[in-house]
């Protein structure tokens, strides 16, 4: 591939199809997720089944929402992948009585690539701005992410709070603290009915299920 020479504005952004499976797969194994070679094609497995899905709503497939970037020939060259995070159904984690409410106003980046030649022009950013318009405009009240932590200036530029853990009170009372050894988690409010407490020294995201 020659030098891109492309600027923001021959960038276009456009929700995947299912057509776009092998796509997705080949920009998100760009990103680090710390697992070994062939452990990552069974990792990605649920994003290649959840491009089966459709529906009519905010989002482009039920609780998912997936983007790819294209430059002005109509190569992919970056792309996002968002739904709900494993822990919500994780009974150790989460009450099974906020899961389906968890599902409904909380998403997190699954994960975030731009293929190497055309990184440092504000793609990643374009990106993840159009993930948080389309939750925000869906309802959601907060969006998170893990992050390596070289990473964690870029998400604090951005808007987001970035921590070693995710802390969250739950309607309940209950506090719910998620931890990823090797990561970082970092959030962003899309609401202004939820907001930020310190509780136990942690940046805790409250009233995020509040409704």
């Known amino acids: 591939m020659h030098a891109p020479t492309a600027s923001l504005t021959d960038i276009r952004v456009r929700t995947a199809t299912q057509e776009d499976g092998d796509?997705?797969?080949?920009?998100?194994?760009?990103?680090?997720?710390?697992?070994?070679?062939e452990d990552l094609p069974g990792a990605l497995d649920p994003m290649r089944h959840a491009l089966t899905e459709s529906d009519d709503g905010p989002l482009s497939h039920r609780r998912n929402h997936f983007l790819i970037a294209e430059n002005s020939e109509g190569v992919p060259i970056g792309a996002i992948t968002c739904g709900p995070a494993k822990w919500m159904f994780n009974p150790?984690?989460?009450?099974?009585?906020?899961?389906?409410?968890?599902a409904e106003r909380i998403s997190t980046v699954h994960g975030l690539a731009v293929v190497p030649a055309?990184?440092?022009?504000?793609?990643?950013r374009t990106?993840?701005?159009?993930?948080?318009e389309t939750f925000r405009d869906a309802g959601?009240?907060?969006?998170?992410?893990?992050?390596?932590?070289?990473?964690?200036?870029f998400y604090r530029q951005l808007g987001y709070t970035s921590h070693n853990r995710l802390s969250m009170t739950?309607?309940?009372?209950?506090?719910?603290?998620?931890?990823?050894?090797g990561w970082k988690h970092a959030f962003k409010l899309l609401s202004p009915a939820a907001d930020i407490t310190t509780v136990q020294g942690m940046p805790t995201i409250t009233g995020a299920l509040s409704g």
């Open 92 to 102: 150790d984690r989460a009450p099974k009585i906020m899961r389906r409410k968890l």
């Open 127 to 132: 990106l993840l701005h159009h993930a948080e």
């Open 23 to 37: 796509t997705l797969v080949e920009l998100i194994s760009l990103v680090d997720l710390q697992l070994r070679a």
């Open 170 to 181: 739950l309607p309940t009372g209950e506090l719910l603290s998620i931890l990823d050894r």
């Open 118 to 124: 055309y990184r440092n022009r504000g793609i990643a």
């Open 140 to 153: 959601y009240t907060v969006l998170t992410l893990r992050h390596d932590r070289n990473l964690t200036r």
